[in-house]
Nanobody
Framework: QVQLVESGGGLVQAGGSLRLSCAASGRTFSGYGMGWFRQAPGKGREFVAAIGDGGDGTHYADSVKGRCTISRDNAKNTVYLQINRLKPEDTADYYC??????????????????WGQGTQVTVSS
């Protein structure tokens, strides 16, 4: 198993930035694709970003593309999510997860296997 602990969330004004971190422990971190998903109050899980096990091959949701950068440091067993130009609609709990993905029916499908407790991001207007 992999244990994941997110940090870096908080309250920020619209237009601001946050850098979320996710520290992993347990099985070999470098062997996993990693990603972030979010869940806003009363809504379902929404994919945000993913990165391949070697740090290449990034994916982004259209809602964050151009504002968001996912990265990882395998030496530190950590994955990061930098979000710029935050919007009130970015308000959600953000979760780090081990991720696999496949292309099916014209879309990418993301499967989450292990995830942490989440970190809350609130963007005020």
């Amino acid at each position: 198993q992999v244990q994941l602990v997110e940090s870096g969330g908080g309250l920020v004004q619209a237009g601001g930035s946050l850098r979320l971190s996710c520290a992993a422990s347990g099985r070999t971190f470098s062997g996993y694709g990693m990603g972030w998903f979010r869940q806003a109050p009363g809504k379902g899980r929404e994919f945000v970003a993913a990165i391949g096990d070697g740090g290449d091959g990034t994916h982004y949701a259209d809602s964050v593309k151009g504002r968001c950068t996912i990265s990882r440091d395998n030496a530190k067993n950590t994955v990061y999510l930098q979000i710029n130009r935050l919007k009130p609609e970015d308000t959600a709990d953000y979760y780090c997860a081990t991720v696999t993905w496949r292309y099916y029916g014209g879309s990418w499908i993301y499967d989450y296997h292990y995830w942490g407790q989440g970190t809350q991001v609130t963007v005020s207007s």
